[in-house]
């Protein structure tokens, strides 16, 4: 039986929860009033979450915090209504983080995150294209942390972020029960380094962390596997 895990509800519990400052919890009421208002005429998250905002998804978010990188720029990979990316940017905008690039193709959802940007005066890089399209981009190179949230099966999920994977880049994932299953099957395609964490919103959830990501079979004739 999986055990139940102590709610983080409220403003009051999630600050206790990850020791942010108020006006950190103040630009997250916003971003809850905007949730609420902009999902009355856009899907932008299950409605059956709603009334657990802080917990299913603003908690959910910022649990990543404790296994990034100090410093680094992120990119956050269909970003959706801005989860995980522009909760972490809220977060740990009086920290010592980089960048959060944020990608989304989406144009409503992407209006949607524009506007929390504005009213709460946080900072990110909002890139409205599909993930492929960044593929070499200079502003991408050397990012320390690559995250996504219910966009795809990790196998797939590698195949996106190969390309901004660096020597000291960290994929941070989260997944659903079946996380083993599909750390399983991306193994059959991929080296990396992993660990499971559990997660704080979910007993049966894992954040999945990789890093030094290869390919075990060059695509190019005539070269060794990784």
Not at 169 to 183: Q, S
């Amino acid at each position: 039986m999986v055990s139940e895990l102590a709610l983080i509800d409220t403003p009051e519990k999630f600050a206790d929860e990850f020791d942010v400052s108020r006006e950190t919890v103040a630009r997250l009421e916003i971003y809850e009033r905007l949730l609420r208002q902009w999902q009355k005429g856009t899907n932008l998250v299950s409605p059956a979450t709603l009334d657990q905002i802080w917990h299913r998804h603003f908690a959910d978010s910022a649990q990543l915090l404790n296994y990034a990188p100090r410093s680094a720029d992120w990119i956050d990979m269909g970003t959706g209504a801005g989860f995980p990316g522009l909760v972490v940017a809220i977060c740990s905008a009086n920290r010592d983080t980089g960048t959060v690039h944020l990608v989304e193709s989406n144009a409503r959802k992407c209006a949607f995150v524009r506007e929390v940007v504005r009213e709460t005066g946080c900072f990110v890089e909002m890139h409205q294209t599909r993930v492929e399209s960044l593929w070499g981009d200079d502003r991408l190179t050397g990012v320390g942390c690559i995250t996504a949230r219910a966009l795809a099966p990790l196998s797939d999920l590698l195949e996106l972020s190969a390309p901004f994977f660096g020597p000291t880049a960290r994929g941070l994932f989260l997944k659903g029960g079946k996380a083993e299953v599909e750390l399983e099957d991306s193994a059959e395609n991929w080296r990396f380094q992993a660990d499971m964490h559990p997660s704080i919103t979910d007993a049966r959830a894992r954040i999945v962390e990789l890093s030094d990501l290869r390919r075990r079979k060059s695509d190019n004739v005539g070269e060794a596997d990784a």
